[in-house]
């Protein structure tokens, strides 16, 4: 059964930080395209970055120089680390595979960006 399970968001003020990790089981994670998705209120949920299982990184104009997306295949883990944030990425964020194909999705980790 694929599962993820996303942690580390909150709430966090303009300009700061936050670090996301997500766990994934029931794929074969070394070799999986790893992505991170964020959902806004009212809004689809897009694609912001992804991993190739090479390492090669792509990520979304609106996050680029901001976001750094990583992994730890000996843990089955993948991280989005979050810098300079702003109030448009407040967001629930997800992992999953890259396409997602049949994946069910995660909890996810609620982002909110706020002063």
């Known amino acids: 059964q694929v599962q993820f399970v996303e942690s580390g968001g909150g709430l966090v003020q303009p300009g700061g930080s936050l670090s996301l990790s997500c766990a994934a089981s029931g794929i074969i994670f070394s070799i999986s395209v790893m992505g991170w998705y964020r959902q806004a209120p009212g809004k689809q949920r897009e694609l912001v970055a992804f991993?190739?299982?090479?390492?090669?990184?792509v990520y979304v104009d609106s996050v680029k120089g901001r976001f750094t997306i990583s992994r730890d295949n000996a843990k089955n883990t993948v991280y989005l680390q979050m810098n300079s944030l702003k109030a448009e990425d407040t967001a629930v964020y997800y992992c999953n595979t890259k396409p997602s194909g049949n994946n069910g999705w995660g909890q996810g980790t609620q982002v909110t960006v706020s002063s």
């Open positions: 991993i190739r299982n090479g390492g090669g990184t």
